[in-house]
């Protein structure tokens, strides 16, 4: 039987320092690999709670993590705090109103919360673990670049989780359960294509066309669609078509494939069947390809010990308490949203639909969180290496968008510090709960075992890519 409860009151005392972090970081909204005033917040919390703290984790520098404990097991907590372009917007504003001088960006995936809620939760199981005295470490992770950045795969190639024995993490969201695993492995590959230039008239045939190759390619690829996995995604961009005279013929094209699939080993069979077919374009064409892995990420995999464990401590703390006030806020916000959102939003879960409701109210039952939406997390690198749970907090109106700015507008809001605290409690008394109990551990990690056993954990960055830090920071100044 567990015993989480006493750290739900470390989590209470010093809540305020957190919700304080949380407002601080959704001022200073900053895109991958630049979170250099928001690491420097979480870098401040760290000290004055006293963890002993490892900057520059894999060489990132707005990555860092904090550990507190003797001896035991490790538990990682992860947090993240980056922003997304395009998505700047006054808070508690019902209409769409970006701020000015903030470069666009904006909290619209809710990671001001992330990262101090996971904070919280190590604060929390840091005093408790001092005031039981139980072997055991605590270690807080905090992760630049989720959107876009993937620097988790490049923390969990750079060892940073080697001597972790269980990871846990959330995401904001409209309801509160644990997270379903559900989501895709992903990679982007830029595939060049090389050929000759020539006058396209007066010596055609001296030409090879890179941008032939580029068509054929896509041609062949669009015909494979018929035959690959029906959750599999393939998408494409031209990143350069070789130029805007037609009449010279295109020495050099270059396009931009993403290869989504189920999980890592579905998604190198793609992989191989899109790089034939460049090959392909290329023998057609007389041309030569190169190609280069810009970023992957892994598929998330579930671990069913650490899910009960994490619904457990969601059945004893019960759902978030929201007031009529937030409510009131909730409602205003969903009339800016589609109807369809909404409703979605419950079928989702499968939840009957109740447009009486404005805020989360419930667990969503474990036995039908259904299909949370096949998006890419690079958590999913960090649960092949380590057994990986996930909650889902409720912080926003239901129906709210993903990626919008009605999500960065109610990003500071009581209801989002609510849904702070509640599910920084879920986390630390997963995290008690492990600690305690040494055969959940061992438990956690025969699941995590017997799913990676017939296919394991092959690193999806190639070994020469590194974290575009340059690139990405500059960027975030224009
Ligand atoms: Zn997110």
């Keep these: 039987m567990s015993n989480a409860e006493p750290v739900w009151d470390y989590v209470e005392q010093n ?5 304080q972090l949380s407002d601080d970081v959704w001022g200073m909204p900053e895109i991958a690999y630049n979170e250099h005033r928001s690491v420097a917040e979480h870098l401040k919390v760290l000290e004055e709670k006293g963890f002993k703290i490892t900057k520059d984790v894999a060489g990132i520098p707005t990555a860092v993590a904090g550990e507190a404990g003797e001896g035991g097991p490790v538990i990682a907590i992860l947090g993240e705090y980056d922003a997304l372009p395009g998505l700047s917007q006054k808070a508690d504003s019902t209409t769409q109103e970006p701020v000015e001088g903030q470069g666009g960006m904006g909290h619209g995936c809710g990671h001001n919360l992330l990262g101090s809620a996971s904070l919280l939760a190590a604060i929390a199981v840091k005093e408790w673990l001092e005031e039981t005295g139980t072997p055991g470490r605590v270690r807080y992770y905090g992760c630049p670049a989720e959107e876009g950045g993937a620097a988790k795969g490049f923390m969990v190639r750079d060892g940073a989780f080697d001597d972790v024995d269980v990871a846990i993490c959330w995401h904001p969201a409209a309801f509160s359960g644990v997270n379903e695993a559900v989501s895709l492995a992903n990679t982007r590959i830029d595939f060049a294509f090389t050929g000759r230039s020539s006058h396209a008239a007066a010596a055609p045939h001296l030409g090879r066309s890179a941008l ?33 005279a037609p009449n010279v013929v295109q020495g050099f094209a270059k396009v931009r494939y993403l290869i989504r699939a189920r999980d890592l080993v579905e998604l190198n069979q793609l992989i191989a069947r899109v790089r034939k077919i460049a090959d392909g374009a290329a023998l057609m064409t007389e041309t030569t390809v190169e190609t280069k892995v810009v970023s992957a990420v892994s598929n998330l995999l579930g671990n069913t010990p650490l899910e009960k464990a994490m619904y457990d401590n969601f059945q004893r703390l019960g759902p978030p308490q929201f007031d009529d006030a937030d409510r009131e806020t909730a409602r205003a916000f969903q009339a800016t949203m589609k109807d369809e959102d909404i409703v979605a939003a419950f079928r989702r879960h499968g939840l009957p639909v109740d447009r009486s409701k404005s805020l989360c109210d419930i667990i969503v039952p474990l036995e039908n969180r259904g299909n949370g939406g096949v998006g890419s997390t690079d958590v999913g ?20 968008p993903g990626h919008s700015w009605q999500l960065t507008a109610q990003g500071k809001n009581p209801a989002s510090h609510k849904g702070l605290v509640h599910v920084a409690k879920i986390m630390a008394g997963t995290a008690v709960d492990a600690l305690q109990n040494p055969a959940l551990i061992k438990a956690a990690k025969e699941d995590y075992e017997a799913r990676t056993k017939e296919t394991p954990y092959v690193c999806p960055l190639p070994a020469d890519l590194q974290p575009p830090i340059k690139q990405m920071s500059q960027a975030g100044k224009n």
């Design 381 to 400: 690198d960090v649960s092949w290496k380590v057994p990986t749970v996930q909650a889902r907090g409720a912080t926003y109106a239901i129906g709210t």
């Design 212 to 244: 032939d190759a580029v068509e054929l390619m896509n041609v062949g690829v669009n015909y494979m669609r018929e035959h690959m996995p029906s959750d599999a995604r393939i998408h494409y961009a031209l990143l350069d078509a070789g130029g805007v």
């Design 15 to 19: 809540k305020d320092r957190l919700i």
